[in-house]
């Protein structure tokens, strides 16, 4: 792809790159063989690309994983949910702004702004609460990362002019619980959102310690299956762990 242009990368389970106008945003990092009960199945990453600013949608562990944080660096700039910035203070972070729903902040060209999320996150009986968001990412793109999140009506005040949407679409369990979305109910969120590119993300990348393999390879396929049905005038691009797709019209 030509120097600069607007693309996304899918770096397994919910980490993305998106590059637009010249930043590069990385989402929910999970760069590391593995992460409390689970393990990554899909190749880990040979080497981390250059990242501007960090974008953490909850504090769940496969989404807020400390050693993959580390190995962005400590230095780096990250958006939080309103009340997480106090964790990674305390292990050296020093570019932490924490954001709720609604708020915006500047980095670089873009606007990153925090949307409302169905999904309730906390980090155990003695560890963070606090809410989950997405982020809508504006420049001469538009891109909506889901994060974690069920289907909420206020999504289609999020589609004016959406050039991508990154949906999650399965978990890592035999079973997708509630304030999550599955392939088909990904696919319905389609009709709120109106991208014109949609990417399936959050599957094919981690399984809990005890199995081997990934519980459910065909999501991302039947997702895309799903999409044609119920919105086919929508693109959607299934890509492989470290694939990456240019934004361009």
Same mark, same amino acid.
């Given at each position: 792809?030509?120097?600069?242009?607007? +693309? !996304?990368?899918?770096?397994?389970?919910?980490?993305?790159l998106i590059e637009i106008d010249g930043v590069s945003l990385l989402t929910d990092p999970l760069l590391r063989r593995r992460t409390a009960h689970l393990h990554r199945v899909a190749p880990p990453l040979s080497a981390l690309p250059p990242v501007t600013a960090v974008l953490l949608s909850h504090?769940?562990?496969?989404?807020? $994983?400390?050693?993959?944080? $580390?190995?962005?660096?400590?230095?780096? +700039?990250? !958006?939080?949910?309103?009340?997480?910035?106090?964790?990674?203070? +305390?292990?050296?972070?020093?570019?932490?702004?924490?954001? $709720?729903?609604?708020?915006?902040? +500047? !980095?670089? $060209?873009v606007v990153v702004r925090a949307t409302h999320a169905d999904h309730d996150a906390d980090r155990g009986p003695f560890g963070v609460s606090a809410p989950s968001l997405g982020f809508l990412v504006l420049g001469t793109s538009r891109v909506y990362f889901a994060g974690d999140t069920d289907v909420f009506d206020e999504m289609a005040a999020l589609a004016e002019g959406l050039d991508a949407a990154l949906l999650p679409v399965a978990g890592w369990g035999p079973t997708v619980p509630a304030g999550h979305m599955d392939a088909a109910r990904a696919a319905e969120a389609l009709s709120l959102l109106q991208p014109r590119i949609a990417i399936p993300i959050h599957w094919g990348t981690l399984a809990p310690l005890y199995r081997r393999r990934v519980y459910d390879m065909d999501a991302g396929a039947r997702f895309a299956a799903l999409a044609r049905l119920s919105a086919p005038e929508v693109d959607v691009r299934v890509l492989r762990v470290g694939e990456a797709t240019s934004l361009a019209e």
């Open positions: 792809m030509p120097a600069g242009e607007n +693309r !996304i990368a899918w770096l397994g389970h919910a980490t993305t504090v769940h562990w496969d989404h807020l $994983d400390l050693r993959s944080l $580390d190995r962005v660096g400590r230095g780096v +700039r990250v !958006i939080v949910p309103r009340g997480v910035a106090r964790l990674l203070a +305390r292990r050296g972070f020093t570019a932490l702004e924490e954001v $709720d729903e609604g708020d915006e902040v +500047r !980095i670089g $060209d």
